[in-house]
């Protein structure tokens, strides 16, 4: 069983920024398509960015798309969301979830019901 655990999250002002983390367990994560969701208070949870196993390919929601970037360490078993230019609506929990069969499916990955693993979710709120 692969675990996830994300962290970084936290307290900003809008127009600030923070880093998330995502440290994996497990020797195949350098095979796993990795992707962000959120999710606010009432509202689904909803994709915010996924990275491609190898990091070569990246793909974001129009909401956060040239403020967000997604990046991943193979060597470290580590996917990271650097959040610029944060916004109230930017207020959720944030999810980092691993497709296991990311080597051999196409790319991008945009529904959870395709991922396969989950960590605990880390609390980012942006006050205005």
């Known amino acids: 069983q692969v675990q996830l655990v994300e962290s970084g999250g936290g307290l900003v002002q809008a127009g600030g920024s923070l880093s998330l983390s995502c440290a994996a367990s497990?020797?195949?994560?350098?095979?796993?398509?990795m992707g962000w969701f959120r999710q606010a208070p009432g509202k689904e949870r909803e994709f915010v960015a996924a990275?491609?196993?190898?990091?070569?390919?990246?793909y974001f929601a129009d909401s956060v798309k040239g403020r967000f970037t997604i990046s991943r360490d193979n060597a470290k078993n580590t996917v990271y969301l650097q959040m610029n230019s944060l916004k109230p609506e930017d207020t959720a929990v944030y999810y980092c979830?691993?497709?296991?069969?990311?080597?051999?499916?196409?790319?991008?990955?945009?529904?959870?019901?395709?991922?396969?693993?989950w960590g605990q979710g880390t609390q980012v709120t942006v006050s205005s």
């Open positions: 497990g020797r195949f994560f350098s095979s796993y398509n």
């Open positions: 990275i491609s196993w190898s990091g070569g390919r990246t």
């Open positions: 979830a691993a497709d296991k069969e990311g080597y051999y499916r196409g790319f991008p990955v945009l529904g959870p019901d395709e991922y396969d693993y």
